[in-house]
């Protein structure tokens, strides 16, 4: 029978520094490549042995001792990022905060004192928060959040999928990513429902402009079926256990690749061009049965740079300059753009529903050859 931990083991291991980092690796499932990883705390005792943070976290926790563990370790965290950025710059660290931690007036200061002292890049930290930290609303909470976001610090809200509450949350807080919980991608592979719930995230989280992360890989098809619905970061033993410090720093140098198609972002170009169009539709038709053109609720994007699927052609999309479907694309967007705003402008005008028709068809042309383009460079990705 394991000895039970008492919280009095736990602060003479902290008081003689016996807490350290393992680091879990984050690769992009877009081009392969290690981008970062999750600090995790271990205890390593004298002797050699490594105890799980399941026999000392909880306590930790319960007594509220967690604070004075995180406070220590973000210290540990900032040395070991400045060793990153020396061998392996560009890498992004996240790290967990608790409950008690946003409650703690000292936190921040504590997070803002260490990275100005070391001249850290806090763009290359994000804290990751549970949703059982935020349900508890307060002004300490929120004054806490705020703060880290304006240092620059990034948001993930980790474990999403497990709450009843987290679209609330996400909605309230400028998160940067969201961390699928590790259960539902474990359950994906024979579950259709979970495979429901991670697709739909995925797709929430690109419509949000934010990163999502799947934690939980564990082979090689539920990677690829992420990669083909869209995810962007993934996590899980069958990418990588969590490692020392050196032997992460090791992973960083041999610049390994994991499997890597773009494919999915995609696929999510061609649902974002859909939604885009059936917007435009829905609103040419409410302007000519209201015949107020500014008593819109929505109104699709004008400019081809600011949809959705724009953000992408001339962001991320930018890596397949030269494939000759996607320098294709360009002209036919532009061009339907230009005839949205003929549209719009056409039903605010008291245009008749012959006349609309006429340039819905134009619109439906341009709209199939885009579909089109993306359908053939996603098979040439393939």
């Not at 799980?52 to 004075?68: K, V």
């Not at 990751?128 to 609303?137: A, F, G, I, R």
């Not at 679209?167 to 259709?192: A, N, P, T």
């Not at 797709?203 to 934690?215: C, F, K, P, T, Y």
């Amino acid at each position: 029978m394991t000895k039970q931990i008492t919280l009095q083991e736990i602060k003479k291991a902290l008081a003689k520094d016996e807490f350290i980092f393992h680091y879990q690796p984050k690769v992009s499932m877009i081009t392969g490549e290690l981008i970062g990883g999750e600090a995790l705390i271990r205890w390593k005792k004298s002797d050699g042995h490594i105890v799980q943070p399941s026999e000392f976290i909880p306590l930790a926790e319960s007594s509220g001792f967690i604070s004075e563990i995180t406070k220590t370790m973000f210290h540990k965290l900032v040395i070991d990022m400045v060793i990153f950025e020396d061998v392996a710059g560009g890498l992004s660290i996240s790290m967990n905060a608790s409950t008690k931690d946003f409650k703690d007036r000292g936190f921040v200061d504590i997070v803002k004192k260490t990275i100005v002292s070391r001249q850290l890049n806090s763009n290359k930290i994000e804290v990751e928060l549970t949703e059982s930290s935020l349900l508890e609303e307060s002004d300490i909470v929120d004054s806490n959040i705020s703060s880290l976001a304006e240092m620059g610090i990034a948001l993930t809200m980790d474990d999403f999928g497990t709450g009843f509450s987290s679209l609330d949350i996400l909605s309230k807080y400028s998160f940067s990513s969201l961390k699928i919980d590790q259960g539902v991608v474990s359950r994906m592979e024979h579950s259709d429902k979970d495979r429901a719930i991670v697709e739909s995230s995925i797709r929430m989280g690109h419509q949000l402009g934010i990163d999502v992360v799947a934690e939980g890989i564990e082979s090689e098809k539920v990677y690829r079926m992420l990669q083909n619905f869209g995810c962007t970061i993934g996590q899980g033993y069958w990418i990588s256990h969590p490692l020392s410090l050196s032997d992460f720093l090791s992973l960083a140098q041999e610049m390994k690749r994991w499997p890597s198609t773009p494919a999915g972002l995609i696929y999510m170009a061609q649902i974002d061009h859909i939604q885009w169009r059936k917007l435009l539709i829905n609103s040419v038709f409410d302007i000519k049965a209201s015949n107020d053109s500014f008593q819109l609720e929505s109104k699709p994007p004008k400019c081809e740079r600011s949809c959705m699927l724009g953000k992408w052609y001339y962001g991320a999309g930018k890596v397949f300059s030269g494939v000759p479907q996607f320098d294709d694309l360009e002209e036919p967007h532009s061009k339907l753009h230009d005839l949205g705003d003929e549209l719009i402008d056409a039903a605010a005008k008291g245009a008749t529903r012959e006349e609309l028709v006429s340039k819905m068809r134009e619109l439906s042309r341009l709209s199939s050859l885009i579909i089109r383009l993306l359908q053939e460079l996603e098979n040439e990705i393939l």
